[in-house]
């Protein structure tokens, strides 16, 4: 959920001073969520974007030894109308319903770009960024053109997006 206050100040025709407060509430509605059980063994959680190709869709990969117990993995797609988060496409994953979560080891995460609208010069600077409360964050990431996805390894959950590295100035 974001919130947003706006104050509007002035003076009113009789000239006295007005001051209003607001406050809007926007809800992130999801585009897709899908939430499976994971154990030990490992397994995999895909996000399906019902194209009907698995090996496209965004998912999470955690190998065997990764968890202690079993947990529920949840991958919620949101469609980036939201302020808080820069109005760009993100994924939430949560474990057990917790939106932070570390893993013994690093597990990796794999994020469709087909719904972005990237120019294909931009293609080779897409990366998986995290959103630490404050700011994105950049964990990495390779791109593989032809499946239209982005993957990279990280030890934890948190509100991931796919975005285009700025370049580094002189």
């Known amino acids: 959920i974001g919130k947003n206050t706006i104050v509007v100040t002035g003076n009113g025709v009789l000239g006295n001073y007005i001051s209003d407060t607001r406050v809007i509430y926007r809800l992130k509605l999801p585009v897709s969520v899908t ?3 994971i154990g030990v063994n490992g397994g995999t959680v895909r996000l399906d974007d019902r194209d009907g190709d698995l090996e496209n ?3 999470i990969e955690i190998e065997q030894g990764t968890l202690e117990k ?3 993995v949840k991958i919620i797609n949101l469609d980036g109308d939201t302020p808080i988060y820069g109005n760009i496409p993100s994924y939430e994953i949560f474990i057990d319903g917790k939106e932070h979560y570390r893993f013994k080891k690093k597990i990796r995460i794999v994020l469709s770009y087909r719904n972005l609208n990237v120019k294909e010069s931009d293609e080779d600077k897409l ?3 995290y959103w630490d409360g404050i700011k994105w964050q ?3 990431g390779e791109v593989n053109k032809t499946k239209k996805i982005v993957s990279a390894y990280t030890n934890h959950v948190s509100k991931y997006a796919v975005m285009v590295l700025p370049a580094l100035k002189d």
């Open 57 to 59: 869709d965004s998912r």
């Open 127 to 129: 990366k998986i960024f």
């Open 70 to 72: 079993e947990v529920v």
């Open 138 to 140: 950049l964990v990495g």
């Open 35 to 37: 939430e499976e059980k």
